[in-house]
């Protein structure tokens, strides 16, 4: 059987996870494999920095349903594989990390193809809490 924890567990993870990336947060979209762990420094070219709103999003029994993205046009070109979380657009402080695709990944994006100059943008999204 799988590790289960109470929706008040998760819950709690996730409203943490949205104070950790304050009034400032960002959605750093870069090429290859992610690091090791959050703590690592970035890898990869980084093809996008979108601005979370001031509060990232809310949150109800362990899921975390992010406010809105402002769309930006991407800085560079390659194939998204991975994102990261960010306090800031410096990428300094990395919150929260997982892989992109287009189905079945920890953030699903209409393609993994992006051009320099393109808009990207991201419509919804959500993150559940492991352990339920």
Same mark, same amino acid.
């Given at each position: 059987?799988?590790?289960?924890?109470?929706?008040?567990?998760?819950?709690?993870?996730?409203?943490? /996870?949205?104070?950790?990336?304050?009034? @400032?947060?960002y959605?750093?979209?870069?090429?290859?494999?992610p690091? =090791?762990?959050?703590?690592a420094?970035?890898?990869?070219? /980084? /093809?996008?920095?979108?601005p979370? =709103?001031?509060?990232?999003?809310?949150?109800?029994?362990?899921?975390?349903?992010?406010?809105?993205?402002?769309?930006?046009?991407?800085?560079?070109?390659?194939?998204?594989?991975?994102?990261?979380?960010? @306090?800031? =657009?410096?990428? @300094? @402080?990395?919150?929260?990390?997982?892989?992109?695709?287009?189905?079945?990944?920890d953030?699903?994006?209409?393609?993994t193809?992006?051009?320099?100059?393109?808009?990207?943008?991201?419509?919804?999204?959500?993150?559940?809490?492991y352990?339920?």
């Amino acid at each position: 059987m799988a590790v289960q924890y109470s929706t008040t567990h998760r819950t709690n993870a996730m409203t943490d /996870l949205v104070a950790q990336l304050g009034s @400032t947060g960002y959605l750093l979209i870069y090429t290859g494999s992610p690091p =090791s762990n959050c703590a690592a420094t970035a890898t990869g070219t /980084l /093809l996008a920095s979108l601005p979370m =709103s001031a509060t990232a999003g809310t949150v109800s029994n362990g899921v975390l349903t992010f406010n809105a993205f402002t769309t930006s046009n991407a800085v560079a070109s390659g194939t998204a594989g991975y994102y990261r979380l960010c @306090t800031s =657009s410096a990428g @300094t @402080t990395c919150v929260s990390q997982g892989v992109c695709g287009t189905s079945g990944a920890d953030l699903n994006l209409t393609t993994t193809s992006i051009t320099s100059g393109q808009p990207v943008s991201v419509t919804s999204w959500t993150i559940t809490a492991y352990g339920a």
